[in-house]
């Protein structure tokens, strides 16, 4: 079970500018892009590689990023080197943070109004302090906020991406989606949390089998998908699925 593998808007001179654009996007503004974190760090929080990724991706394609996050306690703390849960918590608002070099804002602060899109990186984070996926499984609860971003970016129509364990938040707030997280087998090792195509059926959505590599678009639902780390494979091809659901996303756009 995958349970077992174990601040406010920075306005100004920093963050955003007089017209609210972020100011940390570079080529010709276009489609306006939320990507909600969960902390910093594959085990208790966003998966960095994954963030990056995204952001990248973004970058490359002319949009302006908006970044946000939960301001909550972590689930846990994991010291990375050796897997385990430490001391003391830490608030993943803060965390996230680090990723966002500082331009970052409480997701009680985002509204589907001021965007044109959403997403959401894979990481513990998702699974551990945007839910409780970690613990609970299918009966799991989902961050207040984290529902009514999904809810109202879904209402409004407008795209949705979600990267590595991520789609488990949509398959439980918007049930008859469809995503992939991969596989449902685990192909000696390739896949070693295959066992989540099988929970996300249970929250009566579709899994859609995919390679690392590719994404899945729901076109009714809006909502674009990819792999990521849920794949034990080499980091430049996450990184090429990664620029696909971006692309997916972008596409959608209106």
């Not at 955003?16 to 080529?27: D, M, Q």
């Not at 090792?189 to 089998?209: C, F, L, N, R, Y």
Request: hydrophobic share 45%; net charge neutral.
């Amino acid at each position: 079970m995958f349970a077992t593998r174990t601040a406010t808007l920075v306005r100004g001179a920093r963050g955003w500018n007089a017209f609210g654009r972020a100011l940390h996007t570079t080529s010709v503004l276009n489609a306006k892009v939320a990507v909600v974190l969960s902390g910093c760090g594959v085990y208790d929080g966003s998966e960095v590689h994954e963030a990056s990724a995204i952001l990248v991706h973004l970058s490359r394609n002319g949009a302006e990023v908006g970044m946000f996050a939960p301001d909550i306690s972590q689930m846990h703390v994991v010291n990375h080197t050796k897997g385990e849960p430490m001391e003391p918590n830490r608030n993943v608002l803060v965390e996230s943070a680090r990723i966002a070099r500082g331009e970052i804002a409480a997701l009680s602060e985002l509204k589907a109004s001021n965007f044109d899109a959403v997403i959401f990186p894979g990481g513990f984070g998702a699974a551990k302090n945007l839910s409780t996926f970690a613990v609970d499984g299918t009966a799991m609860k989902v961050n207040p906020d984290v529902e009514r971003v999904l809810k109202d970016f879904h209402g409004a129509k407008k795209p949705i991406g979600l990267c590595c364990i991520a789609p488990v938040l949509a398959a439980k707030v918007l049930p008859g989606c469809e995503v992939t997280v991969g596989s449902d087998e685990e192909e000696w090792g390739k896949w070693p949390h295959a066992e989540t195509a099988g929970a996300i059926s249970a929250m009566d959505s579709t899994h859609v089998k995919k390679d690392v590599t590719e994404c899945h678009t729901d076109s009714k639902n809006k909502i674009v998908t990819t792999p990521a780390f849920m794949c034990n494979t080499a980091v430049h091809r996450v990184f090429d699925g990664i620029g696909h659901m971006v692309k997916g996303v972008l596409s959608l756009v209106k």
